[in-house]
DNA sequence: GATGAATGAGCATTCATTCAT
DNA sequence: AATGAATGAATGCTCATTCAT
């Protein structure tokens, strides 16, 4: 009978707060900043956050896991470990770093709002059983212990992110396509293989 | 920049700050907190700094600088390419790593407050050249274009500090050793070679 | 003041209201907080309440009216003095003295939201012509002014009510019944009398 | 060698403050308001109180506390019991009822914010034995129980504040000289004496 | 130079009340 | 009539920086 909580309107605010937080930083974003964007009251931030922190802990949590649901959802469907890989080289790597907002509050302030560990450790897991089927498929021993494979993928994938974020924000000069090739070349060479596109459907 | 008497209390803020902006973040130490914890009064901070930014600039510009000073003057001093490579292994890299808070701050706010793409070309340049020399120590082409090779050391320098500060302040379960035994791994893979400590002196 | 539909409704968020301003405090007492805990929307309490403030006044008003308005009933309904004084001191006191929130409210916020004079008023009334009868039956001078009177009742009145509420809210180890006997042992003794309890009806 | 945190300028924040939470209540005095009057800038409050509860609890801990002494000590400088009963009469619930604000903190807001039961329960004490040892120079069996004797004091005592709270703020026709007459006369009564005002050193 | 009280703009958050649905 | 999201003024409090002493 009232209005309705308007889901329109949180995505609204989360993507603007996302944006700002990214850029300015989280402290240096006021919650009036954020509204005063998007032409919202300050109160209507309450009704759809507890506090300001939810609002940064969202932005990263849920952004997160569109990617990395989506990313599972993709590697459950695909028996081939090579054509995984492509998906995960082709497709979801670069949807990743073309969200240079995501990645920035990810490593900026994403230690301070959420539990990175979980992510992470959930993210080695899935791409580890990618690299040992790859590996079984072209016949190679598996010469990395876990422990230098979660290494390993932590450092590709935080320097990744990393590499992206100071590109855009300082002034490194490389792009998000450097850093996408670079991952090709060490996976192509590791595993005497030639990633192709994934056809698109 | 006041260059005033009493370096030492300098030298104390600065290290109060160091570790209080890494531990609580920039925004959540207040220049109050500083001198709470090193019994000064906190008109003697702006004796010796411009204002608050102006510390932690400074601890993330005079620790860089320290490090990489000394690597340069390492590396000059060293006409042999393996044995470049081993101390920046054995020596230098272990230096960075135990310093964990000059670590955070670079990569959380060092963005925000200094230039941070000086600071990786330089480094770039320094082992670019000591990667280059081993290659043709050894007699190996170099397959990568400069390009390839600028990312290839950001994504790993930036991970391994990355990797290094996670595994401190989340719950990574990776430690120092880690890093360095892979980083040690990789680069004996490339260039088989096989990389002994350094002889100190 | 509005007089709807649903007057349990109304009751209910009285209730919830009084008891919750009691112990918390007025402007510790959000609206939100009197309806959540009787699952009913905000809105409701509009339709039954002007304002916030209205609340209280009705709790304080209506609480006190009902206590009044059933002793004056009772008074005048017995021509005895003696019976009227048994009547008040067995009966409404510790009816009263039971209703811990009523007697809070109306020490500390009824000041702010209703006429307290007033009540006082016509209870001094009202129970000075019960003492002065009493006197009278017992064939007493009356030593008192009518100002010592009054003086009398609402020292003794407020002190007993205020000396309830401390012994509930604060830590003061009394009880209603260790006042009310107190009150018993001074008429007693003034009057020269032995109050017997009412046979109840 | 930097200015003197101001003892006066705390007083003058307390007495302030005192006034309005008096008058218009805590919740409806903000800290603003609280400045304007004396103009000072927000901040200073902060250099002398913790919080905004800070200051009511130590406007009423400090009233009661400089009352609550200097009755103790002219207690214990007097020997004769029924002096010491003139001074209390005379002296010094004189000076309490004067000081309606604190009164009215007190009875209103001291609940809240500190512990009245301490408070009282030294007072019973202290009175108490102005009692005891009056009725025994007055060669009088006491008739009261210890029980019955605290809440006597209580109702008297919290019976008279709340008296001469009303007729300053609601418009009880009751002056503080009527509240003191009464208890001089219910004394007086009890213990067949006749109490002079001290004389004046 | 040393000190730490002074300052006040700015912040996150609340909440009584309204009103579109 | 019923609902509860919407609203924005107002609140208590912080804190980098200044400057009287």
Redesign the interface.
Known sequence: M?RERDEGKRQVILAEAKRLFAQR???DTSVQDIVKGIDLPVGSVYTYFNNKDAIIKAAIEEGWSDFHDSLEAACAAEPSAARRMSLILYRFLPLLFKDVDLVSLF??EG??FT???DK?ERLARLIGAVVNDLAKERGLAVSLSP??A???L???????M??I??SR??????SEK??L??IK?IIETAFSINLEPPEEN
């Not at 932590?154 to 990744?160: A, E, K, M, R, Y």
């Not at 924000?169 to 490389?174: E, I, N, V």
């Open positions: 009232a930083g989280f402290h490593l900026s230690l301070r539990s990175l560990d992470l422990r230098q979660v290494t390993a932590s450092v590709f994938f935080l320097g990744s990393d590499t974020r100071l924000m300082a002034g490194l000069p490389l450097d850093v090739s670079f070349l």
